[in-house]
Structure formats: structure tokens, C-alpha cells
């Protein structure tokens, strides 16, 4: 074992106050090139022996509590759908919960605080699975992709509307959030929180990313997908990714700009990286939500008190002038907000002061954050 740079990347990420979740090996049908070198692979399953792969899970519990490492959060095998099926192979499942259920009893017999789960939980047919043969998990988990690289180009309204449902609510293949959280109480006597543990505009690709994540398009969808995160009770949202290169990425047959919401070539922010700006200096755990009405479509809102001040999230959902009047508030404002009237290759933050009485502009699509100075 060499763990030099999983303990410097571990205590870099606590030292910003943040907390890792540790995702270990994939379960791909190529399986050999995701696991440790010299791990045998059952010729029958395709995945590890169970025992072996529950020591080399419960070597990382061991590693960091002999550091003194809090690490928690541990996925056991990444997209395991790729394995058994977005429609699960009932064998496979089974052969995959057998190797899980082993890792799950070796890394909570060094750490019972450990909080294990994997993504794909909440499709259907694995979440029944699950409650019927498999150890607990602490979290249900999945992955939030709203275009697909296999899919032809999806149009913009599309793609925003799936933002507002996928995952969130139950489908014809996966369980919403309050359904499965519901459905493993009902089995189980536990609420258990829920992770969007990997999210972005566009999964991938064949040849690139979908060049829209960088631009506006990519800044309202992670808005809205914030904004229903905060309205069902998600614990917490991992944007994948937080860097990439625009350079490598003009290579590419798309075009794109990888998944990134910084350049890593100049390490300055794309559009998307400001929503989380705004929302993350704004809007702590526990804040009050306050209620709020929008009369149209095409502008969603999110409320809150944020330190005694109130907050306004607006969300315009059509790249189209509206005009947004206000109710129910008194006094000065103080806006920020990001549109397309600033290029998204140098996108910048946009600051400005108004009055409750005054109508605010939206030149298409726009992510803006008033802030009530009078407290009403």
C-alpha cells in the first residue's frame, strides 16, 4: 500500500471543512483494470471473491481510523448497473449484493460509524432487492445525468425538465426520493438520508462533452437541480466535476469543454460554478424555507433566512426577456445574478441595488439572488 496521496488528498478536503466520500473500484465487465493488481476475479461472477474484496474494503476503514481520519462516506463499487443492468440481471444483482454484503460486514466490524451505500439504489428492481437480501445502507444514492452521450442532441427545454424530475420523482424505471426513502422505512424502521453522489448537465459523450454545461443552459439546470435538492430533502449534491480543460476539450469532436465548472487551464469559473456561489454563501443546513408562489412557468423560485436576512432565488427557465415584479416584500434590495448579456467564455457575476417596487429585467436565461436589506 502506498497512501501518500489519498492522506494528503483527505486531509486537504477536511481542512476546507468539507468531508470525502470514498468510492472503491467500478464494477465494469472489464473489471480486472478497477481493482487492485493481483486481485483474482471469479471467472463464474466476473467480480472479486467476496472475502477478498471485503479485506481491501475494510483496509481503507482501518487506514484512516489508525490516522485519526474521520472518513465516513464510502460507495462500495461505482455505477454497479454496469454489471447487472440498468434493468437488473437478477443473477448478477445477486452475485454483486453478495460481494457488497461481505464489504459491508468487514469495514463496519473495524468502524461501526461507517456510512456505506452505491449508486443505482433506487432503480427499480435493485431497491426491492435490496430490502429483501441485502445488509443495510446508511444512504440511498444515485447518479443525476439529464443527457445522455448515447442520446441525439436534446433540445434545452428537454433537458431543464428533466432537471426538475429525474431522480427526484419516481419514473418508469426509478424510485423517487420521498417513495424510496418511504419504501426502506417501511421495510426497515429507518429514514435514511439521500446523495446525489455524481451530477452533471450531460453524462458523456462517445467523442466529448456536450458544449452547453459551461453556458447559461448548464448554470440553470444545476439551479433547478439545487433548488429540488433543498425541496426534497437531499443531503447532499456532488457536481461532477469541479475542473477541466477548455483546451483539451476544443480537440474533442463535440467541442465541449469536459465537465468541469472551472477551466483548469486558467483556474477561472465557468457559469455554473457561480450558482453554487451564490447558493453556498447564502443558504446553510437549517435555514428556514420561507414559501413563495411564482404565476409563471417559465420562473421558479426557492426562499429562505439566512442569518436574519431574507433570500430570493429566481430561476428564469426560457432564454426570452420577462419582466419579474415582486410581492410581499418591503425596501432595498441587493441583487446579483448571471445571463447571457456577459459572454459565458468570461462569465463574471453581476451586482446591483434596487428597490422592492421595482420590476427586475430578465434578458433569457438568468439565475439571479435578491436579497432583502429591510428585513419585511
Not at 448497473?81 to 468487514?106: C, S
Not at 457561480?274 to 409563471?296: A, F, K, Q, R
Not at 419582466?323 to 451586482?351: A, M, R, V, Y
Request: hydrophobic share 40%.
Amino acid at each position: 500500500w502506498n497512501w501518500t496521496w489519498v492522506d494528503l488528498l483527505t486531509q486537504k478536503i477536511f481542512e476546507i471543512g468539507a468531508e470525502p466520500l470514498f468510492c472503491l473500484g467500478y464494477a465494469r465487465p472489464n473489471i480486472q483494470n478497477y481493482i487492485p493488481l493481483g486481485m483474482a476475479v471469479n471467472p463464474v461472477t466476473q467480480l472479486p471473491y467476496p472475502d477478498s474484496y471485503a479485506a481491501y474494503a475494510a483496509e481503507w476503514v482501518k487506514h484512516f481510523k489508525e490516522l485519526g481520519l474521520p472518513v465516513r462516506y464510502y460507495e462500495i463499487m461505482n455505477e454497479p448497473a454496469t454489471y447487472f443492468g440498468w434493468t437488473p440481471n437478477q443473477t448478477k444483482l445477486n452475485y454483486y449484493v453478495e460481494v457488497w454484503n461481505a464489504a459491508a460486514r468487514a469495514m463496519r466490524a473495524i468502524n461501526p460509524n461507517v456510512k456505506l451505500s452505491h449508486d443505482c439504489i433506487t432503480r427499480k428492481g435493485v431497491l426491492e432487492y435490496r430490502l429483501k437480501y441485502g445488509e443495510d445502507v446508511d444512504f440511498l444514492d444515485f447518479h443525476k445525468y439529464d443527457h445522455y452521450g448515447s442520446e441525439t442532441w436534446v433540445n434545452d427545454s428537454v433537458v431543464l425538465a428533466r432537471a426538475e424530475t429525474r431522480c427526484f420523482e419516481t419514473s418508469s424505471t426509478l424510485w423517487g426520493v420521498e417513495d424510496a426513502r418511504r419504501m426502506w422505512y417501511n421495510a426497515r424502521g429507518k429514514w435514511l438520508p439521500v446523495i446525489n453522489s455524481e451530477s452533471n448537465l450531460n453524462s458523456a459523450w462517445e467523442n466529448g462533452t456536450d458544449p452547453r454545461i459551461q453556458q447559461m443552459l448548464g448554470a440553470v439546470w444545476t439551479s433547478l437541480v439545487l433548488r429540488m435538492g433543498i425541496l426534497k430533502g437531499l443531503s447532499y449534491n456532488v457536481y461532477f466535476e469541479f475542473t477541466s480543460s477548455a483546451s483539451y476539450g476544443k480537440t474533442t469532436e463535440t467541442g465541449g469543454y469536459g465537465f468541469g465548472m472551472v477551466n483548469s487551464d486558467n483556474n477561472k469559473p465557468w457559469y455554473p460554478y457561480y450558482v453554487h456561489y451564490m447558493i453556498g454563501n447564502s443558504l446553510n443546513v437549517g435555514d428556514l424555507i420561507v414559501e413563495t408562489i411564482s404565476s409563471s412557468e417559465d420562473v421558479r423560485t426557492l426562499c429562505w433566512i439566512h442569518n436574519g436576512m431574507l433570500n430570493i432565488l429566481l430561476i428564469c427557465k426560457v432564454n426570452e426577456p420577462r419582466i419579474i415584479c415582486l410581492s410581499g416584500l418591503k425596501g432595498q434590495l441587493n441583487i446579483c445574478k448571471i445571463d447571457n448579456t456577459i459572454p459565458w467564455e468570461n462569465p463574471s457575476l453581476q451586482t446591483q441595488t434596487g428597490n422592492s417596487n421595482d420590476p427586475l429585467i430578465f434578458n433569457g436565461y438568468t439565475v439571479a439572488l435578491v436579497q432583502v436589506v429591510t428585513a419585511p
